[in-house]
């Protein structure tokens, strides 16, 4: 009998394979502990902005394996694109068997409408000023592997760990004001189109929570990251839940796959950036 737990949809967001701050080795855990029948791959899986053959360790070529283990064994899933991998959106529409790769996805889930997409398209910096994006993205890289080697710090002195990204997004004004305008724009334009559930990702805030508008009430979902967070949604037995992994202080060790030959990665020429 699977000890894995089964769900009718599972949604991961901002994975970011590619860069040092993935964290590809507990995702690896999570996905090998569910079956669902649905895996949303809700955008910025692969950071093709900062893409380079020079860091894509074994673990995150082991994430995609995962993922076409799943695949294989008839678990449904959808690729949303998001802007750190737009350049797959010109695949937008591709199907193959249970696969397919896409901008947003609708589901009618128990007598609810849900809208599944990444949230980059209702990014005001992203629409403008894409290359200060871009520049944030690397920033926001660094700042992560800073944090890790405090932390690591702090951990062998047994002081309580910090987030740096957290405190910056907390205490800047302008942070605070984006991330809440990004969940007002997004749940007036789903009352907009009539939808009950709407599910993002992009600004890596994992949360669940209704909100009114309109005099209607809409539920928010966001999947957060596999960078910091280390979250997924979760739906089963007719409701959501947030899952959060946890973070382990020892090394994480995975097992061999019997298959574990080399994947061939394209070039970032090859996705069309320069």
């Known amino acids: 009998m699977s000890d894995k737990r089964s769900l009718e949809i599972a949604v991961i967001s901002d994975v970011h394979l590619g860069i040092y701050g993935c964290h590809a080795k507990e995702l690896i855990q999570y996905l090998d502990s569910i079956d669902p029948k649905i895996l949303v791959l809700n955008g910025d899986i692969i950071d093709i902005w900062q893409f380079s053959k020079r860091y894509f360790p074994k673990a995150h070529t082991k994430v995609i394996r995962r993922i076409l283990k799943m695949i294989g064994k008839g678990t449904e899933v959808v690729y949303l694109t998001g802007n750190h991998d737009e350049a797959l959106r010109k695949y937008s529409g591709f199907e193959l068997s249970n696969f397919r790769i896409d ?11 849900h809208w599944f997409f990444h949230g980059d398209v209702y990014d005001i910096t992203m629409k403008n000023s894409k290359w200060l994006a871009k520049l944030g993205g690397k920033g926001y890289d660094l700042l992560i592997i800073l944090n890790r080697l405090v932390n690591n710090t702090l951990e062998r002195f047994g002081r309580e760990k910090m987030s740096f990204s957290k405190k910056v997004k907390q205490g800047v004004k302008q942070a605070v004001k984006f991330i809440s305008d990004f969940e007002q724009t997004v749940a007036e334009i789903a009352v907009d189109k009539n939808i009950d559930v709407v599910c993002c990702g992009h600004i890596h805030q994992p949360l669940i929570k209704e909100m009114q508008v309109a005099g209607k009430t809409v539920t928010y979902l966001n999947s957060g990251d596999w960078v910091e967070s280390l979250t997924a949604l979760e739906y089963a037995n007719q409701q959501w839940t947030l899952y959060q992994h946890p973070v382990s202080k020892s090394k994480v060790v995975l097992p061999e ?7 061939v990665f394209p070039t970032p020429n090859d996705f069309g950036l320069r």
């Open 257 to 263: 796959d019997e298959d574990d030959l080399p994947l």
């Open 103 to 113: 901008d947003k996805l609708f589901l009618d889930v128990d007598g609810k409408r």
